[in-house]
């Protein structure tokens, strides 16, 4: 581990050096001012938990419920990711993935409540730093739900609201309680006096005329349920969906998309929007059923099997939008992205392409806005990796891995090496398994897998290992 440790740092230093000796020229060479930044992290929110159909041809990829009108605007003059997915089916591995381009499998940061102590060498790379990197004017923020275990400053942010989680979000916290009762608030999820805060941000960098990037973490939609009451009488008085139905989490979801609104009305009337790249996202997919359950057995993720904690499409498939300089409006693009990509895009986007290397698990995905989403992202390793090497007891219980590699998904379980392969541009539903009948797309995605979790010393499965609260030092010792 100090040997890889070393190299790392070597690595690091190379690049940080690099990007050092280019910030001059980019300066010289690009009279332009430089992009701003907006991440918009929103928590359990499914695929098809807005009001915006992520995929043209599936009706299905939009809520029959839930209304969020304000993404719909973003997403009528952006583009939409079709196929993108968060990097793990819980928030913590997502989150880290998203400031370090790399994968949980690669940052052993594999499920919520892990000791974190052996990511702090790795803090060098990270978005708000390689921006720095990139012109030192950048201004960094984050505010809301941080799910990480160090401080935001460590990582580069100037601003941020400090380590938060679930129960920040909430003003009576009460964990293993009535979670989907409907809790009236007028700040529901701390909703608008977050965006207030981001909002103070936005308005300091258009006085100083400063780039910025500015992530914005939602608590919502995650339980405890809250919302304003008159967002939830209206959903009272509507008439439900067939797969989404409970009205206080419908009415949640309007709250957050109207802070999503007062965040781009003042962007917009600060005269920042048309050099502003906004990303709209969520850390996982729903969970997979919320009550008051169906009468049927699909659950609110239909069509995507299954939902929040397994690497089924419920759980990983997450709505992502995008807009910004050049893209065009209203497209849709089918090309496959992850939250590991969104560091080298960003990198991408303020003006220098980072090199493919072994320890970046993400690409740019900056060619595919300027192709009208069309094209592939070039990475290092091959497909699309999650890694879930436990047994969950809320979900599917059973420690598994996935990869993705074009339209084909290959779900293996490590208590019995079962496979699963799946083509998701004719079953988004993952039911027909074609593993038997296609052995050599198995063994290939088998193998691009195994090879994966092998060079990354990722965490294995064993029997009655849970991975929650253990160092570094006790991972390494089951390889």
């Known amino acids: ?10 690595i690091i230093g190379l690049i940080l050096t690099f990007l050092s000796c280019k910030t001059s020229k980019l300066k010289n060479d690009n009279d332009e001012k430089p992009p701003n930044f907006i991440v918009i992290l929103t928590d359990d929110q499914g695929w098809n938990g807005t009001s915006v159909q992520m995929m043209d041809d599936e009706v299905q990829s939009k809520s029959d419920y839930h209304q969020t009108p304000n993404l719909e605007k973003l997403a009528n003059r952006g583009m939409r990711f079709s196929s993108a997915y ?10 880290y993935s998203i ?14 409540g892990m000791n974190t102590k052996h990511i702090n060498h790795q803090t060098s790379y990270t978005i708000p730093k390689l921006l720095k990197k990139v012109n030192p004017d950048y201004k960094t923020a984050h505010f809301g739900k941080w799910g990480i275990g160090v401080h935001p400053s460590e990582l580069g942010y100037d601003e941020s609201d400090g380590i938060t989680g679930n129960k920040d979000g909430v003003f009576n916290y009460k964990a293993g309680g009535k979670q989907w009762q409907n809790n009236v608030d007028e ?3 701390k909703i608008f006096s977050t965006t207030e805060r981001a909002i103070d941000f936005l308005k300091r960098q258009a006085m100083s005329n400063t780039p910025f990037f500015l992530q914005v973490s939602h608590y919502a939609v995650h339980s405890d349920v809250m919302m304003r009451k008159e967002t939830l009488e209206k959903y009272k008085n509507i008439e439900k969906g067939t ?5 206080g989490f419908a009415a949640m979801t309007e709250d957050l998309d109207s802070g999503v609104g007062l965040l781009l009305e003042r962007l917009k009337a600060l005269g920042l929007e048309e050099n502003t790249y906004v990303i709209y996202t969520s850390d996982n997919g729903a969970v997979p059923i919320m009550p008051p359950k169906p009468k049927y057995n699909k659950g609110s993720n239909f069509p995507l099997s299954r939902g929040k904690w397994d690497a089924m499409e419920g759980g990983i498939r997450v709505p992502f939008v995008i807009t910004g300089p050049q893209i065009l409006a209203g497209l849709e693009s089918k090309t496959p992205i992850t939250h590991s990509d ?14 493919l290397q072994d320890d970046l698990d993400g690409g740019s995905f900056k060619a595919i806005l300027a192709n009208k989403g069309k094209g592939n992202v070039s990475r290092f390793s091959e497909g699309l990796i999650f890694h879930v090497p436990y ?11 996935a990869i993705i590699i074009d339209n084909f998904k290959l779900i293996k379980f490590h208590d019995s090496g079962e496979l699963m392969l799946f083509n998701l541009n004719e079953d988004l539903e993952e039911k027909n398994n074609l593993a038997l009948s296609l052995p050599n ?23 009655g290992i849970t991975w929650k609260d253990k160092l570094i030092e006790k991972i390494n010792s089951y390889h």
């Open 187 to 189: 700040d529901p999820k």
């Open 243 to 247: 797969y989404q139905r409970h009205a």
């Open 1 to 10: 581990m100090k040997n890889n440790s070393t190299l790392y740092l070597l």
């Open 441 to 463: 797309k198995v063994h290939t995605l088998e193998k691009a897998l195994d090879t994966y979790l092998s060079k990354v010393k990722a965490p294995k499965w064993k029997p």
């Open 99 to 112: 400031q370090f381009g790399q994968t949980p499998a690669r940052l052993k940061m594999i499920r919520v």
């Open 86 to 95: 968060a990097s793990a089916p819980v928030c913590s591995p997502s989150r």
């Open 342 to 355: 969104l560091l080298p895009t960003i990198i991408d986007l303020a003006g220098l392409k980072l090199p």
């Open 391 to 401: 047994k969950n007891g809320i979900a599917l219980k059973r420690a598994h891995s």
